[in-house]
């Protein structure tokens, strides 16, 4: 196995990765709340995450990585008083929050094979696992870290020590940036919810010791991680804004119920921005891999695009910066692609491709370096044609994931499927996850009469040209 550094958030240092049970390597990436398509930003850091998996595995590694599924929980307001983002998209669509979520982790999935990202071999539905969130809640409150409310259960945050220590504030930090607190119960304004009791007309509910009720978002990723990763494991990965509150108290709810750490290395992307600042429905900023395919781009010049900027760096999206990278991006497959025939190199640019591909593995374990690595893979493909730039972009591929070695054209047109054709197999997958056949089967009818053939499968769909 290869040496790879990482940073840790924790200790803000780059560190050697030392699996605790090599070559295992297992990890835990808080995954999407699915109300929504998820946008480009959301998708930079499931780049990422692809970035750091597929790097372990060319490393020599073997990943055990889990993703949840956020179906419900994670409320509008990060106060504990907001609505169930699950319900709330539900009434609006006037759906089932069932619904919501089949639709949209179905476009998700869809999203993250469009963009190369490998899934990860356990994906967790918050939903299917209840029953270990209810018991880990339930063995917080016997140790003394959780109390009952009027309205939950909640954690005691002035109880564990390491309160504050992945975003580096204190206690009193932390509850001066509470928000002023409408639960007059709480201990203080800072302690968040475990459980919450359900009103009686909230949709999705579960019985508990504590009557019929919901889990607090934070406890979701810890009872998933410790049921498939264990007490310990090694990398815990996400987005820069789950820093101060959703990771600090999945790291006091973990620590207080094991009594030791719990995850080895925390890393986070930075954010993306567009144009300059925060992505908002009001600006009509907020972009989807879709938006993208629409506009003539493919979602691998946006995977490039993402990939030249390192993760712990903010990428600033814009048009313009996209489009540069469309046009770098079909320029590298070009060239690369157009040595599949050539003939071998000469013994010194052998020789340069050998430093070449030592180089770029070098950038890429060096803490995800793929910006520098693809300077690398660059000067490589600037060199005169030969087989061995073939060859080695086409084994690197395992870790770039860009289709380096296939012409531009060939993927491209395979990809744009029309807007029309794209809004009928939505509402036909809508139609299927309400168990609406008749609809689903005239909608198939339609889209076999305009050329496409649609494939069901466990996530989604897939469309084909016929
Ligand atoms: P959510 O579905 O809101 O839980 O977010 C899914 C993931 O996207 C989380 O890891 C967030 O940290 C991340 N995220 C949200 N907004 C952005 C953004 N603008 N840029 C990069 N990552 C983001
Ligand atoms: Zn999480």
Same mark, same amino acid.
Request: include cysteine.
């Given at each position: ?33 699915? /109300? ?9 850091? /499931? +780049? ?41 998209? =539900? ?10 979520? =089949? ?70 930090? =932390? ?87 719990? +995850? #080895? ?8 921005? +567009? ?11 907020? /972009? ?15 995977? /490039? ?32 692609? =157009? ?29 995800? #370096? ?49 807007? #029309? ?46």
């Amino acid at each position: 196995m290869d040496k790879i550094l990482i940073y840790n958030t924790l200790t803000r240092k780059k560190e050697e990765l030392k699996p605790l049970a090599p070559p295992v390597v297992a990890t835990y990436s808080c995954g999407p709340t699915v /109300y929504n398509y998820a946008h480009i930003g959301n998708l930079r850091t /499931y +780049v990422f995450m692809d970035e750091l998996r597929r790097t372990l595995k060319f490393a020599g590694y073997t990943t055990k990585s889990v993703m949840n599924i956020t179906d419900v929980g994670h409320l509008t307001s990060d106060g504990d008083d907001g609505e169930d983002k699950m319900q709330s998209a =539900a009434k609006k669509q006037n759906k089932s929050p069932e619904e919501i979520a =089949a639709f949209y982790s179905s476009v998700f999935f869809k999203d993250l094979e469009r963009l190369h990202i490998l899934l990860p071999e356990i994906i967790a539905k918050a939903t299917d696992n209840i029953p270990e969130m209810i018991d880990f809640v339930i063995k917080l409150c016997e140790k003394g870290y959780g109390y009952e409310t009027d309205d939950g259960i909640y954690f005691d945050i002035s109880k564990f020590d390491g309160y504050g220590k992945l975003s580096r504030c204190n206690l009193d930090d =932390a509850l001066a940036g509470a928000r002023v607190a409408i639960n007059t119960q709480k201990r203080h304004p800072a302690d968040f919810a475990l459980w919450k009791k359900a009103e009686k007309n909230h949709i999705m509910q579960w019985q508990s010791p504590w009557g019929m009720g919901y889990p607090g978002w934070h406890i979701e990723c810890s009872a998933m991680g410790k049921k498939f990763l264990g007490d310990r494991f090694d990398i815990h990965t996400g987005g820069v804004d789950h820093i101060p509150i959703h990771h600090e108290n999945e790291i006091a709810q973990s620590e207080a119920l094991e009594g030791h750490p719990v +995850v #080895n290395a925390w890393m986070h992307g930075e954010f993306m921005l +567009v144009d300059g600042g925060k992505m908002s429905k009001s600006l009509g900023n907020v /972009y989807t891999v879709d938006d993208l395919i629409s506009r003539g781009y493919s979602p691998l010049a946006f995977r /490039y695009f993402c990939m030249n900027t390192h993760y712990r760096n903010k990428l600033n999206f814009t048009f313009t910066g996209l489009d540069g990278a469309a046009v770098a991006y079909d320029r590298l497959r070009s060239a690369i692609s =157009a040595c599949a025939d050539a003939k071998s190199g000469d013994g010194s640019t052998r020789k340069k491709i050998k430093e070449l591909r030592k180089s770029i593995l070098d950038a890429v374990y060096d803490d995800l #370096n793929f910006p520098l690595a693809l300077g690398e893979l660059w000067t490589m493909a600037k060199l005169a044609p030969c087989k061995e730039i073939f060859d080695t972009a086409k084994e690197l591929g395992a870790v770039f994931a860009l289709d380096l070695h296939v012409p531009p054209e060939k993927r491209d047109s395979a990809e744009v499927i029309p807007d #029309n054709v794209k809004k009928i197999a939505d509402e036909r997958f809508a139609a299927r996850a309400k168990k609406d056949w008749a609809t689903s089967d005239a909608l198939r009818a339609e889209l076999d009469a305009l050329g496409y053939s649609v494939l069901d499968s466990k996530t989604g769909y897939e469309l084909k040209k016929k």
